[in-house]
């Protein structure tokens, strides 16, 4: 874990320093008469003179104090300040998503390994492959002809309607929840594909496990065995590969958040790489990357938790 | 049994695989043929054909610009495809490399490598892809390169685990024993035994990259206007979305036929590969 951590800042420390042009040199585009002695000046109020660890270290020892800098934007304003104001969003719109993907999933991948090979199994396989292929933007796109441009039954972009603030406390959650729903909905859809179909292969292959066949033999009812005995063993990878999606939801933020207009860290991302401001790009990074590791170890934890083979330290 | 029977039983034996096989083929062809399949030029401007919806003339309608969709959308296949196919490439290149040495080369290695390969995972590589976008200037070889650069980390890992599981096995343990240098054992002995996972591998990536590669085009930071691309023509669709669904309709459905395709082709030859691992995701 820690480890991991210290990898993360040494790779992100590492592209920003690798990457063509510094600050200094930004500048130079800016003026193009400044003069070699400003541009020494420069380097060495932004500290770029030292030898490359001893940056390194102090932007370490800034970062521990979740200090990333000041953006390079015109109003100049700490990262951190930034990102946390934006972050609640994105966090809210994937924990939503997770959420909804295991609600949905998990009943679907029951339902296709205890019915395997049925009409109801091929469907959801068809339709898990359509939902791996299908680009979540493009879902978005559909969406909002159909539920927001022709039936007008959604919001199609941002996550107030105009005049929210005279809005009463239930008026404003109603409005809050009409704004996110196509938005979670299209953050889900490929976990959805991914999840339903791992649970059904989890379930299969825990149906046909030793301990299962002994139960079936001492009698005990197919409806205890299926939604008892093998459900509780195909969930716990389930554990494992929802801390290996945050990657690809906080990655899938950046496209959502653009699309429907949400403020979230996403679109500040995005806004981020077009204005080439390197100090939130790489504060977002860097947070991105620890929140996943923070998921991981969440999911570490959780399996622990829930597997006693595990707790106890035996072999698995 | 006549070879048609045969045919058709591999049909039904095999269903994704040639399903797979049926579109990949055909948006290939699609892509290699389209300056004779595109009844318009893909960057003719026509001021009087504006925004027009699909019909005889324009099967999939006209852009902002009058620019056919259709031929448009030809054009954009070549692009997808030669980006899925040199970002794989990279990545299965690096993968490989590392999988080899990490698997073959001893402790130290191993654990150094897969070190690093689980540190690049904690990234989300949507984030590592457009920050590096942003250092550099968004191009078609710049973004293959991103792409090939953020994605090897599957195939290192798997590459890793076949080596780790054949370098046991009587034949490789026969061949170190009578000397032949690690290098030609791994070209020779251990390399042909993984490729089937490999290739399927390499294959699914081509469908990821073909979504990553329309992910960027669509924010703007992928293929440039005017050159035509999936993504660039949905940015346009989501301009448009109030008066013009054509745009936002067509080049998504070729997206999504194509990653179907190859995730089809990639987990029908995984079954082909090996049975025993069917049905699993």
């Not at chain 1, 193009?32 to 030898?51: N, T, W």
């Not at chain 1, 969440?298 to 035996?314: E, K, M, N, Q, T």
């Not at chain 2, 890793?160 to 096995?169: C, D, G, K, N």
Request: proline residues 6%; positive net charge.
């Amino acid at each position: 874990m820690i480890p991991l951590l210290f990898g993360i800042t040494i790779i992100s420390f590492a592209m920003m320093h690798l990457a063509p042009g510094e600050p200094s040199v930004v500048g130079q585009e800016l003026n193009p008469r400044i003069s070699a002695h400003d541009i020494e000046r420069l380097r060495s109020y932004y500290g770029l003179d030292k030898p490359l660890s001893v940056q390194y270290w102090r932007w370490l020892k800034r970062l521990v104090h979740l200090d990333f800098g000041n953006s390079f934007s015109a109003d100049s304003r700490p990262v951190i300040d930034k990102i946390a104001e934006r972050l609640p969003v994105t966090l809210w719109i994937n924990v939503l998503a997770i959420l909804l993907i295991l609600a949905v999933a998990i009943p679907i991948g029951v339902a296709s390994a205890v019915h395997q090979d049925s009409w109801g199994d091929r469907i959801m396989t068809v339709l898990v492959f359509v939902g791996f292929a299908i680009p979540s933007f493009w879902l978005g796109l559909m969406l909002m002809i159909g539920l927001g441009v022709n039936l007008n039954w959604l919001p199609i972009s941002g996550i107030h309607s105009y005049g929210w603030q005279h809005m009463d406390f239930w008026e404003r959650q109603r409005d809050l929840v009409r704004h996110l729903t196509m938005p979670v909905l299209v953050s889900a859809i490929a976990g959805l594909a991914g999840m339903s179909r791992f649970m059904r292969s989890g379930m299969l292959e825990v149906i046909r496990a030793d301990f299962i066949t002994t139960a079936r033999a001492m009698g005990v009812p197919e409806t205890r065995i299926r939604y008892r005995l093998a459900l509780k063993n195909a969930l716990l990878p389930i554990i494992t590969l929802l801390g290996l999606s945050i990657p690809g939801l906080i990655g899938g933020s950046v496209i959502i958040e653009q699309l429907f207009s949400v403020p979230g860290m996403g679109q500040l991302f995005y806004q981020a790489v077009l204005s080439r401001d390197y100090p939130l790009i790489m504060g977002i990074t860097v947070i991105g990357a620890v929140l996943t590791l923070l998921g991981n170890l969440l999911a570490d934890v959780a399996y622990a938790w829930a597997d006693p083979r595990i707790r106890h330290g035996g072999k698995g | 049994m006549t070879r048609s029977q045969a045919a058709l039983a591999f049909c039904r034996r095999h269903p994704m695989l040639v399903a797979g096989g049926i579109i990949v083929g055909t948006v290939s062809l699609l892509a290699l043929l389209a300056p004779w399949l595109a009844p318009y030029d893909p960057t003719d401007i026509n001021v009087k054909a504006i925004l027009l919806p699909p019909s005889w003339q324009h099967w999939c309608g006209t852009d902002t610009l009058g620019r056919d969709v259709f031929s448009r959308m030809l054009y954009g296949a070549r692009v997808s495809l030669a980006v899925g196919f040199v970002a794989v490439g990279i990545a299965m290149l690096i993968g490989i490399l590392l999988g080899a040495v990490a698997g073959y080369g001893g402790k130290l290695a191993d654990s150094l490598i897969m070190r690093w390969t689980d540190m690049v995972l904690c990234f989300p590589t949507f984030f590592l892809i457009l920050a590096v976008i942003a250092f550099l200037k968004p191009s078609i070889w710049n973004i293959m390169i991103v792409i090939g650069l953020t994605s090897w980390m599957g195939v290192a890992r798997l590459v890793r685990a076949e080596f780790l599981s054949l370098r046991q096995r009587e034949f490789v343990l026969a061949a170190r024993a009578t000397g032949i240098p690690a290098v030609r054992i791994i070209g020779r002995h251990l390399l042909p035994n993984a490729m089937g996972p490999i290739l399927v591998s390499a294959i699914l990536g081509v469908a990821g990259a073909v979504l990553v590669e329309s992910g960027l085009s669509f924010l703007g930071l992928g293929v440039q206007p005017p050159n035509p691309s999936w993504g660039n023509i949905l940015t346009e669709g989501k301009d448009n979305i109030q008066i013009a669904w054509w745009l936002s309709l067509y080049p998504g459905l070729a997206i999504l036929v194509t990653v179907l395709g190859y995730n089809l082709l990639g987990e029908g030859l995984r079954d082909y590969f090996d049975p025993k691992m069917s049905g699993r995701p």
